[in-house]
């Protein structure tokens, strides 16, 4: 069995899923290539459009506030993964969430859509909002809603 090219394991990355730079440099150089020739390839995937951070960070942002998790969360999730912040910015604008919304919706799912009645039971959903990345002003919101 022949040894994959530095391209290839880098395009069979980006095949599966979208990655940002920062990925692909760590995995590329767990595979113990040479840091000049994995920007070298990875600036050629850019050029071509085969790699790029902006797609990466729309599907990541789409995929992970499907899950239940908030702007705070997401937006530092995709800082560790090497994303420049007007990248993150320009994603968030696109999205066109309402975290407002999509606070109240995660914790009627989990909790159901009456408020709670005492302090311990609003403490616990407002720890598992904030865990799950919302804002302050989106957790007290959310428990303003009723139907």
Request: positive net charge.
């Amino acid at each position: 069995m022949r040894k994959q090219s530095l391209r290839e394991r880098a395009m069979n990355f980006l095949a599966r899923r979208e990655h940002s730079v920062t990925e692909l440099i760590t995995k590329l150089r767990t595979a113990e290539f040479e840091l000049d020739d994995i920007l070298d390839v990875i600036d050629r995937l850019t050029k071509q459009d085969l790699q790029s951070d902006q797609r990466f960070a729309e599907n990541y942002l789409h995929y992970r506030s499907q899950r239940g998790f908030g702007g705070m969360k997401i937006r530092h999730e995709l800082k560790q993964r090497g994303v420049a912040d007007d990248i993150i910015n320009n994603a968030f604008n696109e999205a066109n969430i309402d975290w407002f919304l999509h606070a109240i919706t995660q914790r009627c799912k989990r909790f159901g859509e009456q408020s709670p009645d005492d302090l311990k039971e609003r403490a616990k959903q407002q720890r598992f909002l904030q865990q799950r990345g919302f804002t302050h002003e989106q957790i007290s919101e959310s428990f303003q809603y009723e139907k």
